[in-house]
């Protein structure tokens, strides 16, 4: 690929994200005030992310016992409201134990 061709797909590139986070500021002037349409924008980014995330943390794992595991336990944990650190620290747990305890039986 020539350098050329790299840098006009940068700026496309760059030139469509921008488009993607200014058109909304450009077309929707006044605050959005409907009380469903704003609920569904206030879940978006935590629905896209679980949708990225969840089917990692699944296969991220050498099984998917162990993945499962620290899933319910992350789950537990900041359902418990725990800090993201903890509730990290708890599934990483969760995935070394369950690891350990497959091959012990295994």
Request: charged fraction near 10%.
């Amino acid at each position: 690929m020539s350098n050329d061709r790299f840098f006009l797909y940068i700026l496309v590139m760059a030139g469509v994200t921008y488009l993607i986070r200014a058109l909304p500021l450009v077309l929707f002037r006044k605050e959005i005030t409907h009380p469903f349409l704003k609920s569904f924008l206030y879940y978006v980014p935590y629905a896209s992310l679980a949708a990225m995330t969840f089917p990692a943390i699944l296969t991220a794992t050498s099984s998917w016992i162990s993945g499962a595991a620290a899933l319910i336990i992350a789950l537990c944990v900041a359902y418990k409201e725990k800090s993201l650190l903890t509730v990290a620290i708890c599934a990483c747990a969760a995935v070394f134990l369950t690891e350990a305890l497959l091959r012990f039986a295994g």
